[in-house]
């Protein structure tokens, strides 16, 4: 099957007016951040739920849109996949709810730095190097 015939001139326009509005996004907002805090926590300027939805907008990205419509079309069209997509709104709900309030509130810029924090700076470092391998 040739799936070039399927992605369109509308569709490389879309794509490619994408790419110029993020990189022109990302050069207007250069330079804001002055600390690793502003960087990470906003300059706390946002509220937590504000951050909380952002993360879960970053998560479900692309590997949502692209991801999920081929696996559906390789199954044959079988949803068995929207099992997880449910619970995978719960998670985010309780993890908005629980851990992004608790990060926010304590500074914590990363899962890595929360285990540090709760069960010593070794755990970070073993999460970490976990994380990357």
């Known amino acids: 099957m040739d799936f070039h015939s399927y992605f369109t001139w509308t569709d490389w326009i879309v794509v490619g007016a994408y790419l110029l509005l993020t990189t022109y996004v990302g050069h207007f907002l250069k330079g804001k951040q002055s600390t690793i805090k ?21 998560e479900i990205s692309g590997v949502t849109f692209i991801g999920v419509p081929g696996m559906v079309y390789a199954a044959g069209g079988d949803f068995t996949y929207l099992q997880w997509g449910i619970g995978s709104i719960a998670a985010r709900i309780v993890v908005g709810i629980f851990f992004v309030r608790a990060f926010y509130q304590r500074e914590i810029y990363s899962p890595y730095d ?19 391998f």
């Open 114 to 132: 929360y285990m540090g924090n709760q069960i010593g700076i070794g755990a970070k470092r073993l999460a970490t190097i976990i994380f990357y």
């Open 38 to 58: 502003d960087f990470f926590l906003g300059g706390r300027s946002l509220p937590w739920l504000a951050v909380s939805g952002s993360i879960i907008a970053t």
